[in-house]
């Protein structure tokens, strides 16, 4: 067997490992993390760049989803090195979807090392400027919606007041309108960091219409960790409306985090109506 040949088996094993977290959870994810750490020395000999960047946009993402600091730190820096690997072979406009990664990380180190939370978004927020510019400049609005949902997610978690929530439920909002129709599954993911932001401002019959939307499609998907994520926002939606169905709803995504193996999601929604 030639290495070309290992380092596609091995890329192969990553991604399959990888999409097959989302439906059934860590075990999967760790099968990922594993097989990418294989690759990797063969991938960075190859010399191919785009080995090397299918190699780098699965670590990230895999470690990304471990919800451990070190991991994450790691992924961070994958991120960044894959930004850096795009603009040199290809373009800087062509960076953008690869740059809210970045930023994604960024937010997410946030919400796992809350002593550190200020750093990782202000990191963020900065990122994010130059991509949100790089998007206007390039007029697609396919990439403008991922800059300013992403956007968006950043502005939430540093909000300290309704005007902040409100600009970050409009970065939201200018994301939703221009997300392609093509795009159901990117838009449904998008649209649980646009209800936790309405939620924020109290709006909760529009994040209920909202969670019964996203859910029909995380459903149709598979996609079982996403789905746990809109049964919590319904949840919380119908908690703040002292709608019975609340607790089931909670109950929903309790049941489906656990079965996943997802304990930091888990320790998080277990508070969430606390």
């Known amino acids: 067997m030639?290495?070309?040949?290992?380092?596609?088996?091995?890329?192969g094993v990553g991604w399959t490992a990888l999409r097959a977290f989302f439906s059934e959870?860590?075990?999967?994810?760790?099968r990922a993390v594993e097989a990418f750490e294989r690759a990797e020395s063969l991938v960075r000999s190859s010399g191919d760049p785009d080995r090397l960047t299918l190699w780098l946009l699965g670590t990230t993402t895999a470690l990304r989803y471990s919800r451990r600091p070190?991991?994450?730190?790691t992924g961070l820096a994958r991120a960044r090195e894959l930004v850096n690997l795009v603009s040199r072979t290809q373009s800087e406009t062509a960076t953008i979807s690869y740059r809210t990664l970045v930023e994604g990380l960024c937010r997410d180190l946030a919400w796992v090392v809350p002593a550190q939370a200020g750093v990782y978004l202000?990191?963020?927020?900065?990122?994010?400027?130059r991509t949100v510019r790089l998007a206007k400049a390039a007029a697609r609005d396919e990439w403008l919606a991922q800059a300013r949902a992403s956007r968006g997610d950043l502005l939430l978690q540093r909000a300290t007041d309704r005007k902040a929530m409100r600009r970050a439920a409009s970065a939201h909002e200018d994301a939703r309108r221009r997300w392609p129709a093509r795009?159901?599954?990117g838009k449904a993911q998008a649209a649980l960091g646009y209800g936790a932001a309405l939620l924020a401002l109290g709006e909760h019959s529009k994040v209920d219409v909202l969670a019964r939307e996203v859910l029909q499609v995380f459903q149709a998907q598979g996609d079982r960790y996403h789905l746990a994520?809109?049964?919590l926002l319904l949840a919380r939606a119908l908690y703040a409306q002292d709608q019975s169905d609340a607790l089931d709803e909670h109950a929903a995504a309790l049941a489906v985090y656990r079965a996943l193996g997802c304990r930091w999601e888990l320790a998080r929604a277990e508070a969430a109506l606390a």
Do not use: I
């Open 183 to 185: 795009d159901a599954y």
């Open 2 to 11: 030639t290495t070309g040949t290992v380092n596609a088996d091995l890329l």
């Open 229 to 231: 994520g809109a049964h």
């Open 25 to 30: 959870g860590m075990p999967a994810l760790q």
């Open 122 to 129: 202000d990191e963020g927020l900065e990122y994010s400027d």
């Open 70 to 73: 070190e991991p994450m730190e």
